[in-house]
């Protein structure tokens, strides 16, 4: 069973970057049959979806965040991260990483969540 | 990316029948079959409940189901449970290869 782990600073302040890891366990980053995403969640709100990256390094981005946001891949570590910068209270969240099936473009396996909250 | 529209909250009674919409645009939900569905409890990390519009993944209850027709998917639960009550999330797959989410729709058992 596939086991994604969200790890990070839970306080970030305003106009700094806001960086996270997800440790997938029970599978690998490098199969190709996968994308890995990162999804967020306000507090009381609706999911946004942030970006994904493939095994290969191809990334692709929510128009939104598209400036501020880069996402890579450590397939030595069976890993991948968020860096968001310049980050503001608009930005906290509940941050959650999933995988992506490439070809029916859905989240099947998802971590905990990782709350942080942007604040000085 | 417009996220898609689905009603705040839908309630049934045990036993009922409940339908969510989930409206796209040409954009997203109307030019591709991959609509997927998520229930959300409190606390907890989204579920999926079905994928490519109406698929459901091992494990999932055959109570739910999903349909599309033109912009709009539809989540179906039949036989409404109180392990049923939680938010339920659509999204679609769009154009540019990204994806986009519905606001969520909370549903109430009675």
């Known amino acids: 069973q596939v086991q994604l782990q969200e790890s990070g600073p839970g306080l970030v302040k305003p106009s700094e970057t806001l960086s996270l890891t997800c440790t997938v366990s029970?599978?690998?980053?490098?199969?190709?049959?996968?994308?890995w995403s990162w999804i967020r969640q306000p507090p009381g709100k609706g999911l946004e979806w942030i970006g994904y990256i493939y095994h290969s390094g191809s990334t692709n981005y929510n128009l939104s965040l598209k400036s501020r946001v880069s996402i890579s891949i450590d397939t030595s570590k069976n890993q991948f991260s968020l860096k968001l910068r310049s980050v503001t209270a608009a930005d906290t969240a509940v941050y959650y990483c999933a995988r992506d099936r490439d070809t029916g473009g859905y989240f099947d396996f998802w971590g905990q969540g990782n709350l942080v909250t942007v604040s000085s | 990316q417009s996220a898609l529209t689905q009603p705040a909250s839908v309630s049934g009674s045990p036993g009922q029948s409940i339908t969510i919409s989930c409206t796209g645009t040409?954009?997203?939900?109307?030019?591709?079959?991959?609509v997927s569905w998520y229930q959300q409890h409190p606390g907890k990390a989204p579920k999926l409940m079905i994928y490519e519009g109406s698929k459901r993944p091992s494990g999932v209850s055959n109570r739910f189901s999903g349909s599309k027709s033109g912009n709009t998917a539809s989540l179906t639960i039949s036989g409404l449970q109180a392990e049923d009550e939680a938010d339920y999330y659509c999204c679609s797959y769009a154009t540019g290869n990204t994806f986009v989410f519905g606001p969520g729709t909370k549903v109430t058992v009675l």
């Open positions: 040409s954009s997203d939900v109307g030019s591709y079959n991959l």
């Open positions: 029970g599978g690998s980053v490098r199969s190709g049959a996968y994308y």
